[in-house]
């Protein structure tokens, strides 16, 4: 008899597969991912979007500091500062989890949350080197008028909580409907794609494309650990 040839199974090459493409990391967990109108959906991906938020922030802070350029160009500075100075949004339930720039009430929640940090972030920026009528727009106590600058020219604040949105929006749909539908491979391919378009979109001021990868990490990682966590609070206790 001939010599019997077990061959891979085509789910098991698949998950595998889904391992490898991001250095190791184990995105099969998106298949247990919360469904909507389950008690778990709210808070799990208030969790992830509160883990990309804080990695944007993250990111936008170290490239401010590495490129303090922009400071002599403050109508772009501006709604770069106050970005970095907003709190990650908690979230509103059911379905929120982004300051949607439709919703008036998450606008004003995202500009209340910047007010309370600004004057300290101006306060911390050296300035020492730009000429006196450069270095006067970062005065603490100027706080009020760059908030009021961004407020009435919005463009630049806009497009980064959109981006955010739009990022959102990509994973839901990532979990939610492509991977029921498409498998996982095809909706790894639709993500990273959307990743690439909206972090390239984030700023005319830099490219953010290149952490698309390192985002799709923390989503990750954040979903992974709120699950695990959640799943450890609902064992049943010893008798």
């Known amino acids: 008899m001939g010599e019997l040839i077990m061959m891979p199974l085509r789910n098991a090459a698949k998950e595998n597969k889904a391992v490898d493409n991001t250095g190791g990391l184990d995105l099969t967990v998106w298949k247990r991912a919360p469904r909507e109108r389950t008690a778990a959906y709210f808070p799990t991906y208030s969790a992830v979007s509160k883990a990309i938020q804080t990695a944007m922030r993250g990111w936008v802070r170290e490239w401010f500091n590495a490129n303090r350029e922009i400071l002599l160009r403050p109508n772009s500075a501006y709604g770069v500062l106050v970005y970095i100075c907003t709190h990650p949004f908690s979230g509103k339930p059911t ?30 920026l050296d300035t020492t080197d730009m000429a006196w009528l450069k270095r006067e727009h970062y005065f603490a106590y100027r706080s009020k008028a760059v908030m009021r600058h961004v407020i009435k020219n919005r463009r630049i604040f806009y497009r980064m909580l959109n981006v955010e949105t739009m990022l959102m929006d990509a994973l839901l749909k990532f979990a939610l409907i492509d991977i029921p539908e498409l498998g996982m491979d095809a909706s790894l391919v639709i993500l990273r794609r959307v990743f690439n378009t909206q972090l390239h979109r984030f700023s005319a001021e830099f490219d953010l494309s290149e ?13 992974a650990t709120k699950m695990a966590n959640d799943s450890v609070v609902s064992l049943p206790l010893a008798a």
């Open 95 to 124: 379905n929120m989890f982004t300051y949607d720039i439709q919703q008036t009430e998450a606008v004003d929640r995202a500009f209340a949350s910047a007010a309370c940090k600004l004057g300290r972030e101006l306060r911390s």
């Open 211 to 223: 952490r698309s990868e390192e985002l799709l990490r923390i989503a990750t990682e954040a979903l």
